[in-house]
C-alpha cells in the first residue's frame, strides 16, 4: 500500500453521470435557442418584420453571426452576466478598430485625436443650447446638460495635456477611455441634430437618454477593474447606435420621434439597444471597484494619505426675482443690491452680516459682485472647512498663518483635513445611495433617478482623488466635496421626510452638486457661491431635523427658509453662468 486513496468505480460514475447530465442540459438549451430562432426567421419571411434573437443565443457564437451579426451590440436582457459579458469582450475584439478615427494617423495619438474630437462636439452642443438661451425658444436652462458639457470638456482637455508628451502611443490611457471619448462624441452629435431639428429639450426622451449616457461614460472612463472591456464594449454599441439614428434623420432631413409606432424596426432597436446597454454601463459602474469597493478611508490611515437662465429645478428665475415678501431682508430686493458697488464693508455688516451670502441680481455688475464673492470667501472659507473636518480639530487653519494663504493647505495637517473631509463625502454618499434605492425600486425612464447612482459614482472617484494631491491642497477644492455632503446630506432628508425623487429641491441639490463637481478646480468667486449655497443647505436640513417634517414653502413658511430658497435659487444660476463661461467662454462661439 503506497497510502494514497484511489477513486471508487461508484465515484467516477457518479462524476460522468453529473457530467452527462450538463452535456445534455446544454444540448436542450441550444435547442430551444435554435427553436427560437427558426420562429423569428418565420415571422420575418411572413411578415418581413426582422426580430431581435433571444438574448441566450450570446452563448452560441455560431447562431449568432447567422441571425444578428456583430455589426450591432444585442443588448442585455435575461442572461447570466457571466455569459454576457464574454460575449461582450468578443464584440469588443471585433468592433475595436471602429474606434480609431481619421484624425489618428495626423496626430500619432489616437487618445489625442478622440479627446480633440470630443471636445469639438462638447463646444458645438454648448454652442446649440446658447443659441436657444438668447432667442428664448426654450425658458428653461438645461442645467444638467450644461454642466455635464463643463465636466466633459475639463476631462478631455486633460487628455490632451497628458497625451501630449506622448504621441506614440497616447500615454497610459486604456482602450475603455478611447470608447467613452467616442460614445459621448457621438451622443452630443446626435443632441445637437435633436435640437436643430427642433425637439424640445424639455420633454425629448433622447435628449434626456443620451446626457445620461454621456455621464456614465464620463464616469466609466476611469473603469481599471476585470470589467473595463465589457464597458468599452457597451459604450461603443451604444456610439453605432447614436449614429445609425442620426444617418436615419439625415437622409430622411426629419426628426425622429422615438414614440412614434410607425418608426422603422431598425430605430425601434435602436431604441432597445440604447436603453439596456445604458443600463448594463450603469451595472458595471456599480460593479466596477473604483465605484463600489475600496471607497473606505479608515481613520487610521488618514494620517499617512498623500449671463444666466432658468434654475435648474423647475422655478423660474423671474419668479425668484419676484420674491420679496416673507421677512427676507432689503439686502435681498434688487435696487439694495446696487449698494453693493460701493463695497462697504460696514454697510454689508450692518444690514445683513457675512455670514450668508448675498444672492446675485441682473442689476449689479458682474465684476462688482465677483469682487463681493471674493471678501465673502477671505471671511468665511477657511471657516468653512474647519468645521466639515471638526474631528480633525483644525483650530490652526482660524489662526492668521492659515489666513495669510487662504487659498492652499500645506503639510500633514493639511492632509488629515483632506481625508476627513473625503471621508465624510463618500460615507454621505454611501447613505444617500441607500436610501435612494429605497424610494427607487425600479429605475423609470426619467433622468432623474437614473443620473443620480451615476453622479454618485464620479463623486466617490473624485473624492478618493483628492486624497492623492501631495502635499499642496486647494482649499476651493475641498469647499467642492464639503458642498457635495451638504446637498447630499439635505436630500437625504428630504426624501426620509416624504419628498420624491422628482421634486423640486432634491433636483435642485443634483444640479448644484454636479455643478460643484465641475467647480473642484475653479477659483475663490466659484468656491464663495458654493460655501453660500452649502450653508442654507445646511439651514434647511437643521430644520428638518428640529421640526421633524419635511419643508414645504408657503406664505407662512419661516422667513429663514424662504431667505434659504431665494438664495439657493439666485446662486445656482450665477454657478452655472460662471462653469459655463469658464468651460465655454462666448468669444469661442461667436
Not at 444585442?74 to 461582450?88: N, Q
Not at 487618445?111 to 446649440?128: G, H, P, W
Request: hydrophobic letters at 40%; glycine letters at 6%.
Amino acid at each position: 500500500m503506497n497510502g494514497r486513496s484511489t477513486p471508487s468505480a461508484d465515484g467516477l460514475g457518479l462524476v460522468e453521470k453529473q457530467m452527462e447530465r450538463k452535456r445534455r442540459k446544454e444540448i436542450k438549451e441550444r435547442e430551444i435557442v435554435e427553436s427560437q430562432i427558426e420562429g423569428m426567421e418565420m415571422v420575418e419571411e411572413e411578415y418581413g418584420i426582422k426580430q431581435m434573437p433571444p438574448t441566450d443565443v450570446v452563448k452560441y457564437h455560431d447562431l449568432l453571426e447567422k441571425t444578428w451579426g456583430w455589426d450591432r451590440l444585442l443588448p442585455y436582457k435575461c442572461v447570466s452576466w457571466s455569459d454576457y459579458s464574454k460575449y461582450l469582450q468578443e464584440y469588443y475584439r471585433r468592433n475595436a478598430g471602429q474606434l480609431v478615427p481619421g484624425a489618428a494617423p495626423a496626430t500619432g495619438s489616437r487618445i489625442a485625436a478622440l479627446a480633440d474630437i470630443c471636445l469639438k462636439k462638447e463646444e458645438q452642443l454648448a454652442s446649440e443650447w446658447k443659441s436657444r438661451m438668447k432667442s428664448k425658444v426654450d425658458m428653461m436652462l438645461p442645467s444638467k446638460t450644461i454642466i455635464l458639457s463643463c465636466l466633459i470638456r475639463e476631462r478631455a482637455h486633460s487628455v490632451i495635456c497628458t497625451a501630449g508628451g506622448n504621441f506614440s502611443d497616447g500615454g497610459n490611457f486604456s482602450d475603455v477611455f478611447s470608447a467613452a471619448l467616442l460614445c459621448i462624441s457621438k451622443e452630443a452629435d446626435l443632441t445637437c441634430e435633436l435640437l436643430r431639428r427642433g425637439a424640445s429639450p424639455s420633454d425629448e426622451y433622447l435628449i434626456n437618454q443620451g446626457s445620461e449616457i454621456r455621464m456614465c461614460s464620463l464616469s466609466l472612463m476611469n473603469c481599471t477593474s476585470c470589467l473595463s472591456v465589457a464597458a468599452a464594449a457597451a459604450m461603443l454599441g451604444a456610439a453605432k447606435e447614436a449614429e445609425r439614428i442620426l444617418r436615419w434623420m439625415s437622409e430622411n432631413n426629419m426628426l425622429l420621434d422615438i414614440d412614434d409606432d410607425e418608426i422603422p424596426e431598425e430605430l425601434n432597436h435602436s431604441r432597445i439597444i440604447r436603453i439596456r446597454t445604458l443600463y448594463a454601463m450603469i451595472d458595471i459602474l456599480l460593479k466596477s471597484s473604483f465605484a463600489a469597493a475600496g471607497n473606505k478611508i479608515d481613520k487610521e490611515e488618514s494620517a499617512s494619505i498623500n449671463g444666466p437662465g432658468g434654475d435648474g429645478n423647475g422655478i423660474a428665475a423671474d419668479e425668484a426675482a419676484n420674491i420679496t415678501g416673507g421677512g427676507i431682508p432689503d439686502v435681498l430686493k434688487p435696487q439694495v443690491q446696487k449698494k453693493i458697488k460701493d463695497s462697504k464693508k460696514n454697510f454689508l455688516e450692518k444690514l445683513w452680516g457675512w455670514e450668508r451670502l448675498v444672492p446675485f441680481f441682473s442689476s449689479i455688475e458682474w465684476s462688482d459682485y465677483c469682487n463681493y464673492l471674493e471678501e465673502y470667501y477671505r471671511r468665511n472659507a477657511l471657516k468653512f472647512v474647519a468645521e466639515a473636518a471638526a474631528s480633525q480639530n483644525p483650530d490652526w487653519l482660524l489662526g492668521p498663518a492659515a489666513s495669510q494663504n487662504p487659498d492652499w493647505l500645506l503639510g500633514p495637517a493639511a492632509r488629515a483635513v483632506i481625508a476627513d473631509v473625503a471621508k465624510s463625502c463618500l460615507e454621505m454618499e454611501d447613505e444617500l445611495m441607500f436610501e435612494w434605492k429605497i424610494h427607487v425600486k425600479h429605475w423609470p425612464d426619467e433622468i432623474l433617478p437614473v443620473n443620480n447612482f451615476i453622479q454618485s459614482s464620479i463623486i466617490k472617484e473624485r473624492a478618493l482623488s483628492l486624497c492623492s494631491t501631495g502635499d499642496k491642497f486647494s482649499v476651493p477644492s475641498i469647499i467642492a466635496f464639503v458642498c457635495i455632503t451638504k446637498e447630499a446630506d439635505l436630500m437625504r432628508e428630504l426624501l426620509k421626510r416624504g419628498a420624491k425623487p422628482t421634486d423640486d429641491m432634491i433636483q435642485q441639490s443634483s444640479v448644484i452638486r454636479m455643478c460643484a463637481l465641475g467647480f473642484v478646480n475653479l477659483k475663490i468667486a466659484s468656491a464663495a457661491a458654493l460655501v453660500g449655497i452649502a450653508k442654507e443647505a445646511k439651514t434647511m436640513c437643521d430644520w428638518m431635523k428640529r421640526e421633524n417634517r419635511v419643508v414645504a414653502f408657503s406664505m407662512s413658511a419661516p422667513s429663514e427658509l424662504e431667505e434659504a430658497r431665494l438664495i439657493r435659487i439666485r446662486t445656482l444660476d450665477f454657478m452655472i453662468s460662471m462653469l459655463q463661461e469658464s468651460s465655454f467662454p462666448s468669444s469661442e462661439m461667436l
